[in-house]
């Protein structure tokens, strides 16, 4: 989303951006793009916050916004029926995952939201399956896949010993990362040269060293925490795996395949689309640390091959995920979806 405001034609589109919190790492590169409103959201259920949504109505008037564009699961409740309310023509509401993490009453809540919008942009065919799945009408629904900078990403020389595995995904129950761990300690016997580094915060934190401990094998697992240098983490390592048990279209997997690394995930939501199965990465059965354990050892004995994988998975990317192509798609999804509401408009006039 920050690239999409960054790269967006000024010439074309005036950029707003509102948030619930003016907080967090990544808050300097957004006001560096477009000025920020804050609307202060504490829960849902409080007072407080529906005149945060007349202050939010007020705002969208006054800067006669045309197009709003949520980006995650919040945004999407609070102002999808905001906007239509404001009047706002264009509402454009965003899916980025297949099974919501989500209590029911939460899930039921965004459906609803989805009412509001115009059209609802996800990254993935698995995750619009899931949309249409839940009332969203198909001609509601447009398909966007994730963007790279593929550009930050180096691949350099790989043709010899394969040593770090890498992961990069949240430290939550649905990213698996057990799986990766039960696979680790069925090679390590046999390659104990082997390391694993774990890049992500997140609430397994402390339940998932206890694991690595439990596993022997704590010693070859680096927990490295939330990191801003993931692009010369993947550099540096041999082989990059995602063992999720639900996807749509991680930019984890992108990022890897864009810095020439071979990638290793289960064949679940969006990866299928994304990996081509022993051309441009590897894909296992969900839930199968031995399938896991013997994809990453099919790579270990054969490195050319991992590096010839890494580096069609780098032109693949860089073919079909440049963020030029996704920011050219937002455009003309907006063009496309406020020519269509003024010629509506137009009709409804004259008749």
């Not at 990866?271 to 441009?280: A, C, F, M, S, W």
Request: aromatic share 6%; charged share 20%; proline share 5%.
């Amino acid at each position: 989303m920050i690239e999409l405001i960054r790269r967006l034609d000024r010439s074309r589109f005036e950029v707003y951006v509102a948030c619930s919190h003016l907080q967090g790492a990544w808050l300097p590169r957004v006001e560096g793009c477009a000025p920020i409103t804050e609307f202060p959201i504490q829960a849902f259920a409080r007072a407080s916050t529906l005149a945060q949504a007349a202050a939010f109505a007020r705002w969208c008037r006054a800067q006669r916004i045309a197009v709003l564009h949520t980006c995650e699961f919040y945004s999407n409740i609070f102002a999808l029926p905001v906007a239509a309310v404001a009047g706002v023509p264009i509402r454009i509401g965003s899916r980025r995952e297949v099974v919501l993490d989500r209590t029911r009453s939460q899930s039921a809540v965004q459906r609803m939201a989805y009412r509001f919008a115009s059209v609802v942009v996800t990254n993935a065919r698995s995750a619009a399956g899931a949309l249409a799945a839940e009332g969203v009408g198909h001609q509601r629904i447009e398909i966007i896949p994730n963007g790279v900078a593929i550009d930050l990403y180096r691949p350099r020389a790989r043709s010899g010993e394969i040593r770090t595995i890498l992961t990069v995904a949240n430290l939550r129950a649905e990213k698996a990362h057990e799986l990766l761990f039960e696979a680790a300690a069925r090679l390590l016997p046999r390659y104990p040269a082997l390391r694993f580094q774990v890049v992500g915060d997140g609430p397994r934190g402390g339940e998932l060293r206890e694991l690595a401990t439990t596993l022997g094998i704590r010693t070859q697992v680096d927990f490295l925490g939330h990191r801003e240098d993931v692009p010369a983490l993947l550099s540096a390592a041999d082989v990059f795996v995602l063992p999720s048990r639900s996807e749509a279209l991680p930019n984890s997997v992108i990022e890897a395949m864009a810095a020439g690394l071979p990638v290793i995930a289960t064949a679940v939501g969006g990866l299928v689309e994304l990996i081509d199965d022993g051309r441009t990465g590897r894909l296992v059965a969900p839930d199968d640390p031995v399938a896991l354990a013997s994809a990453l050892e099919s790579l270990i004995r054969a490195p050319r091959v991992a590096t010839a994988i890494g580096l069609t998975a780098r032109d693949h990317i860089a073919r079909h995920y440049s963020f030029d192509r996704m920011v050219r798609a937002f455009e003309h999804l907006y063009v496309a979806r406020l020519d269509a509401a003024r010629s509506a408009a137009g009709s409804r006039e004259a008749a």
